[in-house]
Antibody, heavy 124, light 111 residues
Framework: QITLKESGPTLVKPTQTLTLTCTLS??????????VGWIRQPPGKALEWLAL???????RYRPSLKSRLSIMKDTSTTQVVLTMTNMDPVDTGTYYC????????????????WGQGTLVTVSS | QSELTQPPSVSGAPGQRVTISCTGG?????????VHWYQQLPGKAPKLLIY???NRPSGVPDRFSGSKSGTSASLAITGLQAEDEADYYC???????????FGGGTKLTVL
């Protein structure tokens, strides 16, 4: 059974750095054709992709947030960590980690396993 | 504003068929990037419904189907059930913005 579980703070202050951890179970980030991504959802709004990491440690970031984001995986590939600097109230929302796959090129990624999400509120 | 445009809401009576459109452009759907669909029940994480335009993951009922043509894609739901009431999102890749992009979401109401 594949599970992904996010963990991290529920409340951060403006200008602080957010660190979220995604713990994988039954999902291996050591194979080609597989990726783990972070996707967020402001309250009442649409999903927004943030970052991806692949089995070979390639990384992709949302261009508008690239200077604030960092994604990494541990050597056992059972955890993926997202850091986001200089948090602002507009960054408030539910943050999901998701397991992704692609069959014909990594641009064709789809997310077939999702964590439950963690609500992060940015407020002083 | 998303690069993929969905109607904010659709509705249908139990047993009916509804379709949800996802309109893109030359930098995403028309280029050949696949469209994927997700269902998000209230208060829950999204769930993959359709991948690579037309494929259903194991366990997804065949009442759900996807299609793609030109600059747009569609999700069709037949035999509408109360449990289908949810938000639905399309997703693809945009090579101008270089982002994996989601549509703005469509709220399905079962009357």
């Amino acid at each position: 059974q594949i599970t992904l579980k996010e963990s991290g703070p529920t409340l951060v202050k403006p200008t602080q750095t957010l660190t979220l951890t995604c713990t994988l179970s039954g999902f291996s980030l050591s194979s080609s054709g597989v990726t783990v991504g972070w996707i967020r959802q402001p309250p009442g709004k649409a999903l927004e992709w943030l970052a991806l990491i692949f089995h070979d440690d390639r990384k992709r970031y949302r261009p508008s947030l690239k200077s604030r984001l960092s994604i990494m995986k541990d050597t056992s590939t059972t955890q993926v960590v997202l850091t986001m600097t200089n948090m602002d109230p507009v960054d408030t929302g539910t943050y999901y980690c998701a397991g992704g796959r692609y069959n014909t090129g990594y641009y064709q990624i789809f997310f077939d396993a999702w964590g439950q999400g963690t609500l992060v509120t940015v407020s002083s | 504003q998303s690069e993929l445009t969905q109607p904010p809401s659709v509705s249908g009576a139990p047993g009916q068929r509804v379709t949800i459109s996802c309109t893109g452009g030359s930098s995403n759907i028309e280029t050949g990037y696949h469209v994927h669909w997700y269902q998000q029940l209230p208060g829950k994480a999204p769930k993959l419904l359709i991948y690579d335009n037309t494929n259903r993951p194991s366990g997804v009922p065949d009442r759900f189907s996807g299609s793609k043509s030109g600059t747009s894609a569609s999700l069709a739901i037949t035999g509408l059930q109360a449990e289908d009431e949810a938000d639905y999102y399309c997703q693809s890749f945009d090579d101008t913005l270089t982002v994996w992009v989601f549509g703005g979401g469509t709220k399905l109401t079962v009357l």
